[in-house]
C-alpha cells in the first residue's frame, strides 16, 4: 500500500524560507506528479502546484509563484520549499501522489509549518 | 476565480441520500471532466471518494456517486451513516492549467 511521510512541524520567522520532504514508501513517482495542497487553520484546501519526477516540468498556484519551488530529487521523495514566509502562509501542507486527471491520493500526513515572529 | 462553490454546511439524518453541489464556470467544471471529491475527517488528510466526476476508487464505498452538469458537479451520499459526517471538497481542473477546489461543506448526520 503507497504511503507518503512527510517531514515534521517547524515554526519559522517572516521573511524566513521553509522546506517540506514527502518520501513515497512501496512505490515510485515516476509515471505520476506529486501535487502540494495546504489548508490554512479552520479553512478549506488550496492548491499550490504540482512537480511531475519524470520530466522535471512544474506548474505553480499564481497566488504563490515566484516564491514556491517543487522538486524532486529521485523518484521516491519530492520537496516543497516555500521563500519569504508570511504569517498567512502557517497551515497544514500535504503532498498526495496526482494524476494525469488532477486528482489526488494518496496524501501524506501533512506538515505543519507555522509562521510567527 | 478564486474558488469553486460549495454550500457551508449540509446535514442529513442515518439512512437518507444527500446531495452536496459544487458551482464552477466554463473555465473550469463547464469544460472539463477532471472533477474531484474529498472526503475530511478532523485532524486527518483528505482521502479522494471520486474521481473523474463519476469514477470511485478502489475501497471506496459504492454509496459515493458523482455527476456533472453543465458547471455544477455534484457529490451524492445514499444510505448516511454517521461515520459520513465530516467535510468534503471538490476540486477541477482549469483552463489555465492549475487546480481549483472548493471552499468545503461540513456534512452533519443527525
Known amino acids: 500500500q503507497v504511503q507518503l511521510v512527510q517531514s515534521g512541524s517547524v515554526v519559522k520567522t517572516p521573511g524566513a524560507s521553509v522546506k517540506v520532504s514527502c518520501k513515497a514508501s512501496?512505490?515510485?513517482?515516476?509515471?505520476?506528479?506529486i501535487t502540494w495542497v495546504r489548508q490554512a487553520p479552520g479553512q478549506g484546501l488550496e492548491w499550490l502546484g504540482w512537480?511531475?519526477?519524470?520530466?522535471?516540468?512544474t506548474k505553480y498556484a499564481p497566488k504563490v509563484q515566484g516564491r514556491v519551488s517543487m522538486t524532486t530529487v529521485d523518484t521516491r521523495t519530492a520537496f516543497m520549499e516555500l521563500r519569504s514566509l508570511r504569517s498567512d502562509d502557517t497551515a497544514m501542507y500535504y503532498c498526495?501522489?496526482?494524476?494525469?486527471?488532477?486528482?489526488?491520493?494518496?496524501w501524506g500526513q501533512g506538515t505543519l509549518v507555522t509562521v510567527s515572529s | 476565480q478564486s474558488s469553486l462553490t460549495q454550500p457551508a454546511s449540509v446535514s442529513g439524518s442515518p439512512g437518507q441520500s444527500i446531495t452536496l453541489s459544487c458551482t464552477g464556470s466554463r473555465s473550469d467544471i463547464g469544460d472539463y471532466n477532471s472533477v474531484s471529491w474529498y472526503q475530511q475527517h478532523p485532524g486527518n488528510a483528505p482521502r479522494v471518494l471520486i474521481y473523474d466526476v463519476t469514477n470511485r476508487p478502489s475501497g471506496v464505498s459504492n454509496r459515493f456517486s458523482g455527476s456533472k452538469s453543465g458547471n455544477t458537479a455534484s457529490l451524492t451520499i445514499s444510505a448516511l451513516q454517521a461515520e459520513d459526517e465530516g467535510d468534503y471538497y471538490c476540486?477541477?481542473?482549469?483552463?489555465?492549467?492549475?487546480?481549483?477546489f472548493g471552499g468545503g461543506t461540513k456534512l452533519t448526520v443527525l
Open positions: 512537480v511531475s519526477p519524470h520530466y522535471g516540468h
Open positions: 476540486s477541477s481542473y482549469t483552463s489555465i492549467d492549475t487546480v481549483l
Open positions: 512501496d512505490y515510485t513517482f515516476v509515471n505520476n506528479y
Open positions: 498526495a501522489r496526482g494524476s494525469t486527471t488532477n486528482w489526488f491520493g494518496p
